[in-house]
């Protein structure tokens, strides 16, 4: 059984068809990247997984569960968690009581300041603990985020963009952090332009176009794809038209 | 660490400011002036200072439910208006005895808060916020004054109490405390002013560890950032209301302490001025912590009341002049300006860390 799932899903903002008839199924464990040209509807799939879209018709399920009715923070009880790409931190609090937010109700309250300090430490914040959130630097706000993500220990957790705005190495730090979690037995859906990072990172990769399912398959198979570097360098010559994949390009 | 010193710790915490032997110091030298200050006045004097006092709750609830939670409600006024009315009716029915004031206080401030958990319901399980909050609970209290102004025929009366239209309700019993050897009844004079005055310490102190609980936690990361609060897991339209009512049920006991002070209620008092006054007090004194509420509401009731005397016509424009100069110069609040600039010299320079580690 997968662990998320959306079947035949659509969502359309008045005559745009944003989200086509998407299927897509993570199983338990899977690194999963969501790549694909500038609206292609990666941002809407991910807001109708979490629940901040509702879609106009097709299911959502959650290890088995229909929760395409569910608020956004019933389905984040149910054991998903997310990372947003511009960073959803509280700006004017300090960087631990960001994350004593985040972490108030999953640990005991003796504990707590505890698991506050060990997940801090994991950050590389304990020296900006008592800072304000919002005078971080950009990848530092990007790793409190991540962090605050985490702490909910998620069984699914959602990365939207997660290295923009990183360096080459913060970007290289991020995915060894993603990968240790996965080891853990986190699964991961990601939505990531860089591909040294879809590459470090993913089992699986699907591509996105025009709300649509273009293609699937291992990042090898998805970089020998001719059709997949037609739609992104914004051309749909003979050639990409005539290997079109099922359920691909009409243009 | 068991469980009370862990609530008591609450007392200070990241979302209040002052803390350590110092601030408490302070706060108990002037709880003991407070106390002190019938001893130096006399009884009509401090009966108007209650009057003061009566005002407070009904900012520190706007301070909760704005400053801490950042939903801007002009609707404290309607909450007052019905918890004041609500004594009125109470009382004027069934009299002051065996310490039955009491009983409609906490009946007429259950009102407001009921009704504000009805009215906050649609709000905020509407998802409606910003400035649309704004609009409609202006929309209520203005309503209501409307509705009580037209209510002068004989035929709108409940039981014995006649609602008066524009005239208001008066003659309504102060507060009584039943006593031993003769009730005590607390007109505007030096028992008021204690029994206030202790109401004000508790709420105060209630409110402090409140906000620096795991709820308050999740208060102020409503105000920071709804969408990530909502999504750590939280039911942000529940914390939503709880403070809404909460905040509401202190205006509705400004309401019933005012009534009882004055023994008398207008639908003036639910007006367009009595509503943006709130505002005003909350916004200068520093609307994001409760001691720069409460300072900030003081020093400019006082204010007003010095202009009101010396030259009434010109008090209100000076109140708005006052919100402007607040909103351009110190958006954060005078009071909170203030108490950052004779901080500063004490506190460690780390870098812009305004508030200090938890």
């Known amino acids: 059984m997968p662990l998320i799932e959306t079947r035949a899903l659509n969502k359309r903002f008045g005559g745009l068809h944003v989200t086509n008839n998407v299927d897509l199924a993570l199983e338990t464990g899977e690194v999963h990247c969501l790549i694909g040209p500038n609206g292609a509807g990666k941002s809407t799939l991910f807001r109708l997984i979490l629940g901040e879209h509702t879609p106009s018709s097709g299911a959502i399920l959650f290890a088995g569960e229909d929760i395409t009715a569910l608020k956004s923070f019933q389905r984040i009880r149910r054991g998903m968690s997310v990372k947003f790409q511009v960073p959803g931190i509280f700006k004017a609090l300090s960087v631990r009581q960001n994350l004593e937010i985040a972490m108030q109700h999953h640990y005991e309250p003796a504990h707590l300041a505890e698991e506050i300090d060990r997940l801090l430490a994991f950050l590389k914040l304990t020296a900006d603990a008592g800072r304000l959130a919002g005078n971080l630097s950009h990848g530092q706000k990007q790793w409190l985020e991540i962090g605050m ?103 | 660490m068991n469980a009370l010193t862990r609530f008591l710790h609450r007392l200070e915490g990241p979302q209040t400011l002052g803390r350590g032997p110092a601030f408490w110091a302070g706060f108990l030298v002037v709880l003991a002036g407070a106390c002190a200050y019938p001893l130096f006045s006399d009884g009509y004097t401090v009966g108007n200072t209650v009057y003061f006092f009566t005002w407070i709750f009904m900012a520190l609830g706007l301070c909760l439910i704005w400053g801490y939670g950042g939903a801007l409600s002009f609707g404290q006024t309607a909450f007052f208006g019905i ?58 209290t203005l309503v209501l004054e409307r509705f009580m102004a037209q209510t002068a025929g004989p035929e709108w009366r409940i039981g014995n109490a006649r609602l008066n239209g524009f005239n208001g309700m008066s003659n309504m019993p102060p507060l009584t405390l039943p006593w031993p050897g003769g009730d005590i009844v607390l007109f505007p004079d030096v028992q008021l002013y204690y029994v206030v005055l202790g109401m004000l310490v508790v709420v105060y102190l209630g409110l402090r560890i409140l906000v620096n609980s795991p709820f308050g936690n999740v208060l102020v990361a409503i105000r920071e950032n709804p969408e990530r609060a909502e999504m750590l897991g939280y039911d942000i339209r529940k914390y939503q209301l709880g403070t809404f009512v909460i905040g509401a049920a202190l205006a509705g006991l400004s309401g019933v302490l005012y009534t009882s002070w004055g023994q008398y209620i207008t639908p003036s008092s639910m007006g367009m001025t009595a509503a943006a006054l709130p505002i005003v007090w909350v916004a200068v004194g520093g609307r994001s912590d409760l001691t720069t509420t409460l300072v900030g509401t003081v020093t400019v009731l006082a204010v007003f009341q010095a202009l009101t005397i010396h030259g009434s016509q010109y008090a209100l424009v000076v109140m708005g002049a006052m919100l402007v100069l607040t909103v351009l110069l110190a958006p954060s609040g005078l009071i909170l300006a203030l108490a950052r600039l004779v901080a500063r010299p004490f506190t460690r320079r780390e870098n812009n860390n305004l508030r200090g580690d938890a």
């Open chain 2, 83 to 140: 918890a004041g009315y609500g004594y009125g009716i109470l009382t004027i029915n069934f009299g002051a005895a065996y310490g039955f004031t009491f009983v409609a206080l906490i009946l007429a401030v259950a009102l407001a808060a009921l009704f504000a958990a009805l009215l906050g319901y649609f709000l905020f399980f509407g998802r409606i916020s910003g400035v649309f909050l704004g609009i409609v609970t202006l929309s209520v």
């Open chain 1, 149 to 251: 993500a985490i702490s909910l220990k998620p069984r699914l957790l959602l990365l939207d963009e997660p290295t923009a705005g990183m360096s080459p190495e913060e970007t290289h730090a991020t995915g060894e952090m993603i990968q240790r979690l996965n080891a853990e037995g986190m699964t991961v859906l990601a939505v990531e332009h860089d591909m040294a990072f879809v590459r470090q990172v993913a089992h699986k990769v699907t591509v996105l176009h025009l709300g649509k399912v273009f293609a699937q398959g291992s990042i090898d198979d998805i970089v020998a794809n001719e059709d997949v570097a037609a739609i992104y360098l914004g051309q749909t010559t003979a050639h990409a038209t005539a290997h079109q994949q099922p359920g691909g390009l009409h243009a």
